[in-house]
């Protein structure tokens, strides 16, 4: 953990907001349309980094918004957007997770289950700080996706180099766990979670595609179509990082049926 922090800390150097951070994704975009109409009033962001979702969230729903981090500049960076925060290590399983039983109906996490050693720690104290039928709303790399397959097939490298660019260095030595969709799926419902829906953020609105649109609208359009269509087509399993909302308990009889929606 100590490692992943001084890394990403390097990462970020000379970031001093969330105007500075290149690294806006779908995954942020789609927030907090996939709240869908839930009507959530007391939500957590675990994980929150430098306040992509949660800023969005705050902006956009009428909730509550509580951002947990440990990385000092991910702190600060959402202090300074005016994002309620507290730090703590979701990693030490011997401390429970600093608020009452059943304290929010909604908790967002982000690309985050794959940096954590005691991941069954994690999921028991989301579940005890949801209230009854709160939701989960989870992501984490697919690593069944063809992007990740690819590589170790075609190239026989691993999914991460760690003498690479910071980001895939930075990912090396943070992820620690390596989940598909399916055992992502299967691992958090073992929790008593019953998954919901599945959802897919095609290229829209991430730094990266309006970068690209910059350069060559049409190629932006073109890569929109295809994976808008491959997403459509295809089941969640082959997408690299789907947002599976949970709910705490079983679903009532006949409602909720489980769904996948591209966003």
């Given at each position: 953990m100590k490692t992943a922090v001084a890394i990403e800390e390097k990462r970020l150097e000379g970031m001093t907001g969330i105007e500075d951070y290149p690294w806006f994704k779908e995954r942020h975009r789609v927030f907090p349309a996939v709240f869908e109409d839930r009507q959530h009033k007391r939500v957590m962001d675990i994980s929150a980094g430098m306040g992509c979702a949660a800023q969005r969230i705050r902006d956009l729903y009428p909730a509550n918004i509580i951002c947990n981090d440990i990385t000092p500049t991910c702190v600060n960076a959402l202090r300074k957007i005016g994002l309620e925060t507290v730090s703590f290590d979701l990693d030490d399983d011997t401390q429970p997770y600093p608020f009452p039983d059943a304290s929010f109906d909604a908790i967002v996490s982000l690309v985050t289950i794959e940096h954590l050693i005691h991941v069954d720690y994690f999921i028991q104290q989301i579940y005890r700080l949801l209230e009854p039928n709160g939701y989960l709303y989870i992501s984490t790399p697919n690593y069944a996706a063809p992007e990740y397959v690819g590589r170790v097939l075609f190239t026989g490298q691993s999914y991460h180099d760690p003498l690479g660019d910071p980001d895939t260095r930075y990912e090396f030595y943070a992820h620690v766990r390596y989940f598909t969709y399916k055992t992502l799926l299967s691992f958090v419902a073992s929790f008593g979670f019953t998954p919901i829906a599945a959802y897919i953020a095609k290229p829209?609105?991430?730094?990266?595609?309006?970068?690209?649109?910059?350069?060559?609208?049409?190629?932006?359009?073109?890569?929109?179509?295809?994976?808008?269509?491959?997403?459509?087509?295809?089941?969640?399993?082959?997408?690299?990082?789907?947002?599976?909302?949970?709910?705490?308990?079983?679903?009532?009889?006949?409602?909720e049926k489980f769904r996948k929606v591209v966003l």
């Open positions: 829209a609105g991430s730094a990266r595609f309006r970068e690209l649109s910059q350069k060559n609208r049409l190629a932006a359009l073109g890569i929109q179509s295809v994976m808008s269509l491959y997403y459509n087509i295809f089941p969640p399993t082959y997408a690299s990082e789907p947002i599976i909302c949970f709910r705490k308990g079983p679903a009532p009889a006949g409602r």
